[in-house]
């Protein structure tokens, strides 16, 4: 049975780090949560290392100056990990081909910036659909419309045996109060239709460890001595029980109406109900990050 917590601070003593999901527990993706950003304050104020771990499809420059632009003070996390970077490796290793497909916002093209931590890496060409080997995607055209106008593209891609990357496997974000699709619903629906999926964010391995090499960057610390924060309960917490690693779920993120988070707190029978059908078993749980 998960506890359910009343603040960080109530059990954040025995971690040296802490990796945090971003969109959900500390903004919004238009302004950040006050109480998340102070709680991880206080929390570095005590000697404890931030990394931020997220499914955003961008690199970790681009997120930083994404934090500063919507008000994230520097001060409350330590380095940044994200399923942009983990897929950039990949893409210029090559592993969709040269010549690819780009499904994704037309202004998100960040994603195909230079890269130094490949050696000789691919040149990689965006190029229609007809052309191509396989296929990027940082997310729908439109993330408000129904990821299946997609499957026309999505069959040719298919019928030809191209390769999706997906840059972000989140299903579904909450920008403020509208819900949008992510890459991760383009790419699930790729996978039913036959074709291969290729993912790099959470819950999969590869950002993971990206992650534990940022925080070795800064100091060594074992996995016991880590505590994974998130609101996604088929991403960060799936991942954290992956790898093993403790977690504390954010219920009054993409779950507050199934865990029936008012007031601040999720209830506690609606949410043994919610963990019991996703099979799931977060160690802690608490509304929001604070």
Not at 43 to 60: E, F, M
Not at 234 to 263: H, N, P, V, Y
């Given at each position: ?44 104020a ?10 955003s499809?961008?690199h ?19 380095g ?25 916002d ?49 069959i040719?891609?298919?019928n ?18 509208v ?18 999926s ?9 950002i993971y ?33 992956g ?23 999720p ?24």
């Amino acid at each position: 049975m998960t506890r359910i917590i009343q603040s960080l601070a109530e059990i954040s003593a025995p971690y040296e780090a802490l990796f945090v999901d971003l969109w959900g527990c500390v903004h919004n993706g238009f302004a950040p949560f006050p109480t998340a950003v102070q709680a991880l304050k206080d929390y570095r104020a005590k000697g404890g290392i931030v990394v931020l771990v997220t499914n955003s499809p961008r690199h970790r420059g681009a997120v930083e100056k994404q934090l500063a632009k919507i008000g994230v003070d520097p001060d409350a996390w330590d380095g940044i990990a994200t399923s942009g970077d983990s897929a950039r490796a990949a893409m210029f290793e090559g592993v969709v081909g040269e010549k690819v497909f780009f499904i994704g916002d037309p202004k998100e093209t960040s994603f195909f910036d230079p890269i130094k931590i490949v050696e000789n890496p691919a040149q990689i060409q965006r190029v229609p659909l007809t052309e191509a080997e396989g296929i990027v995607c940082t997310g729908p055209f439109d993330p408000t419309a129904d990821p299946r106008e997609l499957e026309p593209q999505l069959i040719y891609a298919k019928n030809k045996g191209m390769k999706l990357l997906c840059a972000n496997p989140d299903i579904v974000v909450d920008r403020g109060e509208v819900r949008e699709w992510c890459a991760g619903a383009v790419a699930q629906l790729y996978t039913e239709m036959g074709g291969e999926s290729l993912y790099f964010g959470k819950p999969h391995p590869p950002i993971y460890d990206l992650a534990r090499r940022r925080l070795a960057q800064l100091a060594k610390v074992p996995d016991d001595g880590i505590l994974c924060i998130g609101d996604g309960i088929g991403t960060d917490i799936l991942g954290a029980m992956g790898e093993d690693l403790d977690c504390l779920f954010i219920t009054g993120g993409l779950a507050a109406d199934e865990t029936r988070t008012t007031g601040g707190q999720p209830d506690p029978e609606a949410l043994e109900r919610f963990l019991a059908k996703a099979q799931s078993a977060p160690m802690f749980s608490i509304g929001m990050l604070r």
